[in-house]
Every structure is written in C-alpha cells, then in structure tokens.
C-alpha cells in the first residue's frame, strides 16, 4: 500500500518565510549602526513597511528615553563584548504608541576582527512589563504597609498604655482606702482586667514586630539571677487564679545567659495556657532546670489529649482550637512563646500523652558567638 507522499522528497521548510514571519522581529545592521534588513514581523508590529526601516538606526525606532540609554549604555556594552540579552527597550509605533520588547544582538565579524554586521532580535515583553510595574506596585503597597504596622505598633505602645497604666495606678489608690468586700471583689476584676488587657497589648506588639522582621528583640544578661523572676511570674499568677495550684521546683545552678523579662513572659503564657485548658481541680506543674549546658524548662497540666491535626497549629498566631465560651485570648500566647525561644536560640516543643500536656522549652545557657 502506498500511502499518500510516499517516494516523494521531505518537503524543506522555506527559510525565507522562517525569517519573516518568525513570532520575533529581526534587524540587521550593517558596521555604521544602519539598518539594512527587517522581517515581516517586526513590520506588523511597528505599522512601517520593511523597506522604510532601511537606512534607519536601532535607535530611531526608539523613544527618546529608549534612545539616550541605548546610546549611553547598551551600544557601548555591545562594542565592548559583541553582543548583549535581554535588553528592555521601547519601541514606538507609527501610531505613536509604545511596544516594550526585550533585545538580544550580537556582531558577526570576519577572521581578521572586521565588523561585518549585527544581528538583533526583538521579542514583545508587554505582559513582562505588566508584571514588573506590578511588582513594583505591590513593593510600594507593602512599604505603606509597614509604615501603617509601625504607626499601629506606636499606637499600642503609647496610646494604648498610658490609659492601662492610668486605671492601674487608680486601682492601686483604691486598695490603699478602706473597701467593703464587694469593692475588693470589683477592684479585683478590674485587675485581672487590667492584667490581660496589658498582656495582650504586649502580645500585639510582639507578633507586629515579629512579623515585620524584627523579631523579638532582647536584652541578654547571665549576670543577674532567672529564678526570682521566674518565681515572681507564679506568685502573680496565683493571685490572679486562686483555685488553681501551681506546683513548681525551680533548681538552677548554673547563670543563665537570657533575656529575663522574656523568659519570664513565655512562662507566664505558657502558664496562663496550662491553668486555661488543664482540668478543673487538678495543678499546674513547673519545673525549671539546668543540666548539660542547657536550661529546661516545662510545664504540664492533666487535661485531655491534644488531637494531632491541632497540634501542627498550637504555635500558629491567632489560633486557639477548641475553646470553651469562659475562655478569653487572640491565641497569640503560645506563639509569642515560640517567638521568644526561637530568639533565644531555643525551642519550644509540646506532648499530649496519657491526659497529660507538656510544653518543654530548651536553650543553651551561652548564646552563641555570633
């Protein structure tokens, strides 16, 4: 059977249609600069006849920015190397409008070095341009975005704390007066209100600066002692939680190289998150220790098990699982917590095992040189 074109030759593709219809345009310019070949392409594109290309510069196709950084930029490069890629350049229309392209172009010279002519090739680089003003867009919509998250950071830290430290210093007056014991009771809620409303502007902060590369800053001291403070942060938060025990043994025999107030704020959360979630009447366990060149510290509380899928979460700001109705927070505690271990070249790890949660935070008693 014969089937249709056999014992004929393979048909050659025309190379002069390749040439001028190409989906890019391509100019030969002879040693002076001047144009002398155009394809078909490159015609479309401009609205000008081939022929009417001829005689002309690269430059002449280009608009007057195009054309003083062609001149002061690409053509000298492409003296000094023979060629250049990727070039983005204007073009204008004969209607006036603008075509963005990228340029290639290389020389062809002869075995003496003799300049015989250069080769450039066009491609329409519209949606490439689309997307670089896009990205210089976002950039600046993300700038304005930092300088709005500095202004509300500034807000938090002064217009925010000024009133919270005014009604505390008014209901530590009050404590100073004699007060029925419904007036201590109500004192006392206005405390604790005061307390998470404090925490949660730290919190705020924390997570804004975080977020915006700074990190949690912090200022390292092993001189003075982790313990008190550490002890300070249970004594509080006993007297904010009366119902609640917190069993703690805190043996630390070597300094600690840590930024106190820090290290004293992931305890307070994560103790603020044992007492939260633990089982109503059962204790809260603190055991704070150095061993190995590492200080230790977990928390544990009986409750139930923590399913796997929320686990991967827990130190995700804004996130709280399951939470009952009294519960209260943005589910930023946890995750500031991490924050601050990660900053002290630590980390904070949690197990649910057996009715029993335990979050462990590791560092090493040195920090590292940098």
Known sequence: MIHPGEGKAEQVEDLNDLYENAPCGYLSLNPRGLIVKSNATL??????????????????????????????HFAPLLRMQGFFNEVALDLVTADGSVLPVL?????KR???????????????????????????????????????????????GHDLRNPVAALNAGVQMLLKQPQSDRSLH????????????????????????SQSGGGIRLARDAKEPLAPVLRQVIEELEAAHPRCAIEAEIALGEPVDCDRRRIAQLVSNLLSNAI????????VRLHAGTTGGELQIWVANRGEPIPEEVMAHLFQPFFRGSTRSDQQGLGL??????????????????????????????????????
């Open 276 to 283: 939260t979630h633990g089982a109503s009447g059962q204790p």
């Open 43 to 72: 015609s479309s594109w401009l609205g000008v006849p081939a022929e009417q290309l001829v005689g002309k510069r690269l430059r002449d196709l280009l608009n007057v920015a195009g054309s003083i950084f062609y001149e002061t």
């Open 333 to 370: 505690g946890l995750h500031i917590a991490s924050e601050i271990a990660r900053a002290h070249g630590g980390s904070l790890d949690v197990q649910s095992v057996n009715e029993e949660v335990r979050f462990t935070f590791r560092m090493p008693l040195a920090a590292e040189a940098s």
């Open 186 to 209: 109500v004192i006392g809620l206005m405390q604790g209100s005061l307390s998470r409303v404090a925490e949660l502007i730290d919190n705020v902060m924390d997570l804004a600066r």
């Open 110 to 156: 002869d075995a003496d070095g003799a300049l015989l002519f250069t080769r450039v090739t066009l491609f329409q680089a519209t949606k490439r341009r689309r997307y670089e003003r896009e990205l210089v867009d976002a950039q600046a919509a993300e700038r304005k975005l930092g300088k709005l998250r500095d202004q509300f950071i500034a807000v938090l």
């Open 103 to 107: 340029a290639n172009a290389v020389e």
